[in-house]
C-alpha cells in the first residue's frame, strides 16, 4: 500500500477490514480468501498467518488464479497459499474446521469488464458453509458492492439470511456509508461467538435456527 492509500482513513474501507484482521490473526492461523480476484487480499492475508499459517484462496476464474499466483510468487509468500478453482459454495470439500477468518470481498474481477461477478446463491451458500468452518471468536470480514448488475439481489439475500442469525452464536456488524447513496460498498463482520457443543454440519441446516 503506497503512502496514499494509507492515509485515506475511514474512506478506505478495506484499511477498516484489515487494521481488524491485522490484530487478531496470529502465526499459524489458517484462513481463506474466498474471492482471490488479482491477490491483494491473499498477499494481506499471508502475510498475517506468517510462514506457519495456510490461505485458502478460492476463484472461478482462470485469470483471477493467474494474477494472484503471480503476485504470491512476487511476494515470495507462495508456500503459505493454496490456490483453488472453485467456486466459495464449495469450500467444505477443500478445507477443514478451525478457521481463523474468512474474507469475501464481493463483485466482480477488477479491469475484467465485470462479465462475471460473485452471485447471490452462491455467496449465501459459501457464508453458511463458513459459518460452520469458523473457530471460536473467528471473523468472517465481506465487502459488498452495489452498483454492478445483480448486486442488489446479492446484498438483499445476505442482509436476509444474516440479520437471522442467532445473536448467542454470532455477532454480525455492519459498516456502512450513510452519505454516499444507496449504491455505496459497504462491509459486514460476523464473529463466531461460542462454538456449539455437539454441531454436526451439514448443508442443509441453517446455523440461525436456535436463535
Ligand atoms: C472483487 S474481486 C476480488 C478482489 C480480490 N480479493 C483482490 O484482492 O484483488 C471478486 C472475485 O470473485 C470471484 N468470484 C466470482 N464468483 C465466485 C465464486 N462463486 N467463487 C469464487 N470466486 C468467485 C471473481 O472471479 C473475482 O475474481
Redesign the pocket.
Given at each position: 500500500m503506497n503512502k496514499r492509500q494509507s492515509d485515506r482513513g475511514i474512506q478506505d474501507i478495506q484499511a477498516i477490514a484489515r487494521s481488524y484482521l491485522k490484530k487478531i490473526l496470529k502465526p499459524g492461523d489458517i484462513v481463506i480468501?474466498?474471492?482471490?480476484?488479482?491477490?491483494?487480499?491473499t498477499v494481506f492475508l499471508a502475510e498475517c498467518v506468517g510462514e506457519s499459517g495456510k490461505v485458502f484462496a478460492?476463484?472461478?476464474?482462470e485469470e483471477?488464479l493467474l494474477s494472484t499466483k503471480e503476485l504470491i510468487e512476487k511476494q515470495g509468500l507462495a508456500e503459505r497459499v493454496v490456490l483453488i478453482a472453485a467456486?466459495?459454495?464449495e469450500i467444505r470439500k477443500y478445507v477443514a474446521d478451525g478457521l481463523a477468518a474468512a474474507v469475501f470481498?464481493?463483485?466482480?474481477?477488477?479491469g475484467s469488464g465485470k462479465k462475471?461477478?460473485?452471485?447471490a446463491d452462491?455467496t449465501v451458500k459459501a457464508v453458511v458453509e463458513t459459518l460452520y468452518l469458523i473457530r471460536e471468536n473467528g471473523i468472517i470480514f465481506i465487502t459488498v458492492y452495489r452498483g454492478h448488475s445483480g448486486s442488489r439481489e446479492e446484498s438483499e439475500a445476505l442482509l436476509s439470511f444474516l440479520s437471522e442469525l442467532s445473536k448467542k452464536e454470532f455477532s454480525v456488524f455492519q459498516g456502512i456509508y450513510l452519505n454516499q447513496g444507496e449504491t455505496s460498498p459497504y462491509w459486514i463482520m460476523i464473529q463466531k461467538n461460542r462454538r456449539i457443543i455437539n454441531e454436526s454440519p451439514s448443508a442443509e441446516k441453517n446455523p440461525g435456527t436456535d436463535k
Open positions: 480468501d474466498a474471492t482471490a480476484g488479482r491477490g491483494r487480499d478460492f476463484d472461478i476464474q483471477a467456486c466459495h459454495s470481498n464481493l463483485g466482480y474481477l477488477p462475471l461477478t460473485t452471485k452462491t
